[in-house]
């Protein structure tokens, strides 16, 4: 028996490049998430779920709805709702903020300093940002934590995509202080990611990891756009070509956001929206152009992001849109408008037919 337990792999090993914290003394940490989105809603349930002996986990949204509708499903055994971002603050040891964009990341880190400033902390308070930020705003967000006593603040930005955060199996890059990132990669695996990468204590490089990770990710998706449309295009049709991609690169990120453009599952408000996308798009770029290195491949896919954002916004303005948020899989509807088809509905019969006599009749 003794035997086997020597030989039986640690919980977290080759997960957490770290050793475990401290066992908390008589009060447990107490953690805050800011920001229920579609990725911060699913990591804040887990957390919940995950530590349920502990105090409720302390929420707060914006829009008061999606914390109240966290409420409704876990319980207020698990779940309490802040009414200001003050409250959480100053009632949390570990607070994690999972936010839209730099704009919105400035004015909720200027409300915590606010209450910081009016209440000093007394013991270690971390700040957690985990959305996808320009790095350089991550040093100027350390430097205003760093000023107040306690207060330690960390990147934490995550890869993959809703279904990832709902299964708990997303990769989490994380830079800032070694003390605090040990506490929380123990908090987040595998409560909410399957994996921690440590980017070491120079809170920017995690956030130009998430770019890098997210420039890929663009160019990966104008090419199967393309290919997609090629397929249709030439009579193979794009089921077929997509089959193909996904039996000889069965990535994730590959069959999730093909299998959108292929059914045409374009609806924002349930993934990850063309306005994120073109966001994270322009944050690489300038990141690309400040070091001198060209990324032409982010160029075509955030060329055809802004195509594509037209396209709908043009159909807003008609009132024929179908989804009033697109998801940035649609970005396939550049390639589809270059080569004569319909942006969004590769279904439509007229045009599918109309486009495969043309191609015929060039054979001829």
């Known amino acids: ?102 704009a919105v990341v400035i004015s909720v880190y200027n409300e915590f300093a606010k209450a910081l400033a009016q209440s000093p902390p007394t013991k270690v308070k971390i700040f957690v940002e985990m959305g996808t930020n320009y790095p350089a705003l991550a040093g100027d967000l350390d430097r205003m934590l760093s000023s107040f006593p306690h207060t330690r603040f960390i990147t934490s930005p995550i890869f993959g995509a809703p279904p990832a955060a709902d299964k ?36 920017e490089k995690a ?72 966001k994270d798009s322009s944050h690489i770029l300038r990141l690309a152009a400040e070091l001198n290195c060209p990324m032409p491949a982010v160029s075509n896919a955030h060329r055809s992001m802004i195509t594509t954002r037209a396209i709908h916004q043009a159909q807003v303005v008609s009132g024929t849109q179908q989804w009033d948020i697109v998801d940035e899989s649609a970005l396939i509807a550049s390639s589809r408008v270059a080569a004569g088809l319909d942006p969004f509905n590769s279904k439509k019969p007229e045009a599918k037919f109309r486009e495969q006599q043309l191609y015929e009749k060039n054979k001829i």
């Open 168 to 203: 708990a199996t997303l990769v989490i890059a994380m830079s800032g202080d070694y003390r605090s990132k040990k506490e929380v990669a123990f908090l987040l695996v595998p409560a909410v990611g399957r994996k921690v990468i440590d980017l070491g204590e120079n809170v």
């Open 207 to 278: 956030s130009t990891l998430k770019l890098i990770g997210n420039g890929n990710l663009a160019a990966i998706l104008e090419l199967l756009g393309e290919t997609l449309t090629l397929g249709e295009k030439s009579g193979i049709g794009q089921q077929t070509v997509y089959d193909l991609i996904t039996e000889i690169m069965p990535a994730p990120a590959i069959i999730s956001y093909g299998k959108k453009m292929i059914n045409d599952s374009f609806d924002g408000s349930v993934g990850f929206s063309m306005d994120g996308g073109i």
């Open 1 to 102: 028996m003794a035997s086997n337990l020597l030989q039986t792999p640690a919980l977290h090993a080759g997960t957490i490049p770290f050793s475990r914290p401290p066992t908390p003394g008589v009060h447990p940490l107490q953690i805050g998430f800011c920001g229920l989105g579609a990725m911060g809603y699913l990591m804040a349930r887990n957390l919940a779920n995950s530590f349920k002996s502990q105090p409720p986990l302390i929420v707060y949204n914006r829009t008061v709805e999606k914390s109240q509708k966290l409420l409704a499903e876990l319980g207020a055994s698990a779940i309490k709702v802040a009414d200001t971002l003050d409250q959480l603050a100053m009632e949390c040891d570990v607070i994690f903020t999972c936010l839209a964009n730099d």
